[in-house]
């Protein structure tokens, strides 16, 4: 199976006028291409962010960002040496700290060009109508879990974060018809996170998926999809970092979105928790 670099390639000579003309930077400038942002990109071919991204559905993908997700995993498989993603043998704090900042700030304008602002507004609305919110993280995704049932509960809303899937099926066993359920993966492809996602469909019971995989299987089964992005894991890395970052951006909008939309309501709720957890902290 031909690889992108190899598509890319051949998209430099079988494409015409301004795909031609991103396919020819692309292949002439490859290897700088995963921390490389769509407008820095369009600049530097001289098209628009529009053509970028038509660009890449034409490739196949579903978008720039799903097109960079494969271009980082392939740099990886390649393992050049002189080429690292993340980090490399004896570099300085400084350079780690401007190239960390950059790789978060990519996630993050990615992630916010991405979500769909009709998707956001709709999950919030499901969060001020239930009873009761749901949330499962697989793997590393349990972390943003955990941060969202604590921002939801924050605000008065009945939210609990799980990390066994025995434990999450028994909660949709349990639960009420209108129980919302929020799954966090970042590939949509762990069985556990199928498995749970095809009982709750079976139930009919709202799921919602936070992925970066918009063509994933999770995706799939879900009511509806917000989709994060993950502009790829070194192989350096000692753990998750973009896709967390892109997740917890995701979860942040939607506390801030959902306090916008209900102000009135949930202002009084925040002071009153604030003030307890400084009795608390006093009591100590």
């Known amino acids: ?75 990886q498989r390649e393992e050049k040496p ?7 043998p004896g570099e300085s704090s400084t350079a780690i700290n401007h190239k960390l900042a950059g790789r978060y700030k990519i996630v993050v304008d990615e992630t916010s060009r991405m979500l769909d ?11 001020a109508e239930t009873k009761q919110i749901i949330i499962y993280g ?9 941060a969202l049932a604590l921002k939801l509960t924050r605000i008065g809303r009945q939210a609990v974060a799980v990390r066994d899937l025995h434990m999450a099926m028994m909660r949709v066993v349990t639960a009420d018809p209108d129980t919302v359920f929020v799954v966090i993966s970042n590939w949509g492809q762990t069985r556990s996170v199928l498995d749970l996602l095809q ?26 999809t917000l989709l994060t992005q993950d502009v790829g894991e070194a192989h350096s890395r000692a753990a998750a970092t973009t896709s967390l970052v892109s997740q917890m951006y995701t979860i942040d909008l939607l506390m801030f979105d959902y306090v916008a939309q209900y102000y009135d309501e949930v ?18």
Do not use: C
Request: overall charge positive; aromatic content about 6%; cysteine-free.
């Open 199 to 224: 009982e709750l469909k079976k139930r009919e019971m709202t799921r919602i998926v936070l992925t970066a995989r918009a063509k994933s299987k999770a995706a799939r089964l879900s009511s509806w």
């Open 1 to 75: 199976m031909e690889d992108l670099r190899g598509r890319i390639t051949r998209a430099a000579k079988e494409m015409r006028g301004s795909n031609q003309r991103i396919a020819i930077y692309m292949r002439d400038h490859y290897d700088d291409l995963a921390m490389k942002p769509i407008n820095q990109l369009a600049q530097a071919a001289g098209v628009s962010q529009s053509t970028v991204f038509r660009f890449a559905q034409a490739m196949g993908y579903s978008g720039y960002p799903d097109m960079k997700v494969q271009l980082s995993m392939q740099l």
């Open 267 to 284: 202002t009084p709720i925040i002071g009153q928790t604030a003030a307890a957890v400084k009795r608390f902290q006093r009591r100590k």
């Open 117 to 127: 602002d009709k998707l956001v507004a709709k999950t919030v609305k499901a969060f």
């Open 138 to 146: 697989a793997g590393a995704s349990s972390i943003a879990a955990d």
């Open 82 to 88: 002189t080429k690292k993603l993340e980090i490399e």
